[in-house]
């Protein structure tokens, strides 16, 4: 019974030991049961500012965390608003002023627990009633560069681009654009088109102008005269080529990701990054098909974009562009005007505005030109199709049946912005593509291009539309520095 027993210990040793062990055996199980029990425990439920406000939760114990955007304490109470980014409606805590604390300051990060109450006042559904709150992160006010009751101008935010993202007008803004990024893609996915992912690094100078950013790498490791890729590589300025060999298999692609442009301007209309949508459509002969799908997706992404996110929006429309709202309500109800080119310039000719740059047939539509066409259209979006073959891409068809020589190309002008897309049809047919290459002296650097026409070629076009563009026409945005996390232009990358 006692085999365990050492030579030398007493029974009543043996018993003291037993019973020291029974204890500790005993403690252990009231330890593992208070274990349970304060696992068991119900903790409070934690949830975001705007799944607070919606107030399914009230009457339970909630957290939420955020950032305050103003602390206003009287003798007995004390009243918080904080913001986590989900809305742009803050949560009002209310709490005994015994909670307040020199590090709860504006702009300093919190985390507060309590209960959720319905609010006596009109101005909150709800509010919480809060018995703990902790500053994770306290906010030096006089060093912090916005100021509680002062409302800054997008020209002084646009100098904290690692900071503007506390603004109310940048936090929705930022809401704004993830949604239209959501309902671009559900677009297409609900139309049949397929995603495809195009390279940002390229050796094709798809626009052909010129204002490429070349890629090599940062420590030199191959030898002087050879490059990394084996030939000269840049980031892209468009994913149009590489969506056209999708399109030899799949009838209907797209891509919305970074293009580049090397363009040595600081302009309000200007990035050297910014976001593309670009889709591209096999077996199609007409621009009539391509103005539809433009037109479509504005309509579309624009209507789930007003849903979504409809207090941002009014923001930017009561705060930022008052009276904007119309404009894009009116877009939305009428169809989009479709002109010529020539029937364009037939328009700008006669007119007595006074313009910068030259009106005759052959020259390339200026911004001045595009704003004052869509206001000669009702201020309303107008397609401008055919335009002069020797202003269009090598890739653009050939109007041969044309009485001027035009390129079936589209452009597509909206308020406020001038050109949002451009498209065309693509050259289908080899020999006159050939011979347009061997013109530019490219036929060689193409030719896997020309293999698209050989084998199984059908007639096809696309589009691209600047994203930062589009943002700026449904919220009446000027500049378009201020529709993008980090803008990057010339002269210009501070993060």
């Not at 965390?65 to 602390?71: A, D, F, I, K, N």
Request: net charge negative; charged share 20%.
């Amino acid at each position: 019974m006692w085999r365990w027993q050492s030579a030398g210990t007493s029974q009543g040793q043996q018993r003291a030991q037993t019973g020291s062990a029974c204890q500790a055996g005993h403690n252990v199980k009231v330890n593992v049961l208070c274990s349970i029990r304060h696992y068991c425990k119900k903790s409070p439920k934690k949830l975001r500012v705007s799944e607070a406000l919606e107030g399914s939760d009230v009457g339970s114990n909630i957290t939420v965390e955020g950032w305050v955007r103003s602390v206003r304490s009287q003798k007995d109470n004390l009243f918080v608003h904080v913001n986590d980014g989900s809305c742009l409606q803050p949560l009002q805590i209310v709490a005994s002023s015994e909670l307040n604390d020199a590090l709860l300051t504006f702009g300093s990060a919190v985390e507060v627990t309590g209960c959720l109450k319905q609010s006596p006042s009109r101005k909150q559904p709800v509010e919480l009633l809060a018995d703990r709150i902790n500053v994770v992160g306290g906010c030096d006010t006089l060093e912090f560069p916005f100021k509680i009751k002062e409302r800054h101008g997008l020209d002084y935010v646009r100098q904290y681009p690692h900071m503007r993202c506390r603004t109310n007008v940048f936090s929705s803004m930022m809401r704004i654009r993830s949604a239209a990024s959501a309902a671009i893609h559900s677009h297409f996915t609900e139309r049949g088109f397929i995603q495809i992912h195009t390279p940002v690094i390229t050796s094709n100078d798809c626009e052909g102008a010129g204002e490429l950013f070349q890629v090599e790498p940062s420590g030199q490791t191959t030898e002087p005269d050879k490059n990394f890729f084996s030939v000269p590589a840049f980031l892209t300025v468009s994913g149009q080529l590489h969506l056209e060999v999708m399109s030899g298999a799949f009838s209907r692609v797209y891509t919305f990701g970074p293009t580049f442009r090397a363009e040595n301007s600081q302009s309000r209309r200007h990035l050297a990054e910014f976001y593309m949508v670009e889709a591209e459509l096999a077996f199609t002969q007409s621009l009539e098909d391509l103005t539809k799908v433009m037109e479509d997706l504005f309509r579309s992404v624009t209507e789930q974009v007003l849903d979504r996110c409809s207090e941002d929006v009014d923001l930017f429309h009561q705060r930022v562009s008052p009276g904007h709202r119309a404009v894009v309500e009116a877009m939305l109800k009428k169809s989009f005007t479709v002109i010529s080119y020539t029937e364009a310039i037939d328009i700008l000719n006669p007119s007595s505005h006074s313009f910068v740059f030259p009106t005759t047939w052959g020259c390339d539509l200026q911004t001045e030109h595009e704003k004052f066409l869509v206001k000669h259209c009702g201020n309303l979006p107008v397609f401008v199709t055919d335009y002069p073959y020797d202003l269009k891409p090598f890739y653009a068809r050939d109007n041969t049946d044309h009485p001027l020589h035009t390129a079936a190309a589209v452009d597509l002008l909206v308020p406020g912005v001038g050109e949002l897309c451009g498209g065309s049809l693509r050259e289908d047919r080899l020999d006159l593509l050939t011979a347009r290459l061997a013109q530019a002296g490219m036929e060689d650097t193409y030719d896997w291009y020309l293999d698209l026409r050989r084998f199984g070629s059908a007639p096809h076009g696309g589009f691209g539309m600047g994203f930062e563009r589009y943002l700026q026409c449904i919220l009446g945005v000027d500049n378009i520095k201020d529709v993008i996390p980090f803008p990057r232009f010339s002269h210009s990358c501070q993060l």
